[in-house]
């Protein structure tokens, strides 16, 4: 009997563990992908993108951290190749992206672990700032302060594939995803990589999902105008509770008013 339970309690972590990581999942909803908002340290508009990170197990996941841990990209000449000829083309690395980066969770102060709640009993989605584009810039940027010196985290026209590791106490998740990105606030699209190495699809696709994420920019972009771009009697700047509310935190630094900083 007692050689029975050593054998459980040995193996019974291992299950949990894999059981835990089978329920936890990083994924795009169409409602919380993409914020625009004023950073007020840079005094610019930026376009915010956001993966939600769903906790469907019975467990809290416990001081869970997210990473970027590898960044490729396509060739440029891919976009120029017949279909054919595309069957042979891979994603090649981003040599000067070196190693893992840190993200941070939307609506937390700094860069801190933080638990994700078992959607059993948190409703309101989890958010993890992904990555962001100031309005006017041509290149996207990872959503993290912490990297060394030497590291890329800033990235020009193209079309990269991001792998997100999220991990947490007893378990860690990753994903990888697709970024279509032409150098235009309103032209940034991301989906989940379904598309392993089929390069043929993933092209013919890049219309449909660059389509869709326009129109959910658009959206974005309507919220800002209509909630976060009031102004009061003495100032043109625009009030900057709205950022609060939705990013938490600037690229740079907090967005908060002015006044609220004096008082």
């Not at 459980?8 to 329920?23: C, G, N, T």
């Not at 919380?32 to 610019?44: G, L, P, S």
């Not at 090649?92 to 190693?99: G, L, T, V, Y």
Request: aromatic share 12%.
């Amino acid at each position: 009997m007692s050689y029975f339970l050593w054998i459980i309690d040995k193996i019974a972590p291992y299950f949990l563990r894999r059981y835990s990581e089978s329920k936890f999942n990083m994924i795009l909803e169409d409602d919380q992908i993409f914020d625009i908002a004023w950073d007020v340290a840079q005094r610019k508009e930026g376009l915010f993108v956001h993966l939600v990170v769903r906790n469907d197990g019975s467990l809290d996941a416990e001081n869970a951290l997210g990473f970027v841990i590898d960044v490729e990209k396509l060739p440029k000449i891919v976009l120029k190749l017949s279909d054919k000829e595309l069957a042979d083309q891979r994603f090649e690395e981003c040599k000067k992206f070196r190693n893992p980066v840190q993200l941070k969770w939307s609506h937390e102060e700094g860069y801190k672990p933080k638990t994700v709640y078992s959607a059993k009993l948190e409703k309101r989605p989890t958010r993890l700032d992904l990555c962001y584009v100031f309005r006017g810039e041509n290149e996207f940027h990872l959503f993290t302060p912490h990297y060394p010196q030497g590291q890329i985290v800033q990235f020009g026209p193209g079309v990269y594939r991001l792998t997100v590791l999220v991990k947490w106490t007893g378990g860690k998740k990753t994903k990888k995803f697709i970024i279509y990105w032409e150098g235009n606030l309103k032209e940034f699209g991301i989906t989940e990589d379904v598309y392993g190495n089929d390069i043929r699809y993933l092209i013919r696709e890049k219309k449909v999902v660059l389509s869709k994420c326009k129109d959910l920019i658009s959206e974005a972009d309507s919220r800002y105008q209509e909630t976060f771009l009031q102004t009061d009697s003495t100032s043109t700047e625009p009030v900057q509770w709205g950022p609060i509310e939705t990013l938490g935190t600037s690229v740079t630094g907090s967005h908060v008013r002015d006044e609220e900083k004096a008082g």
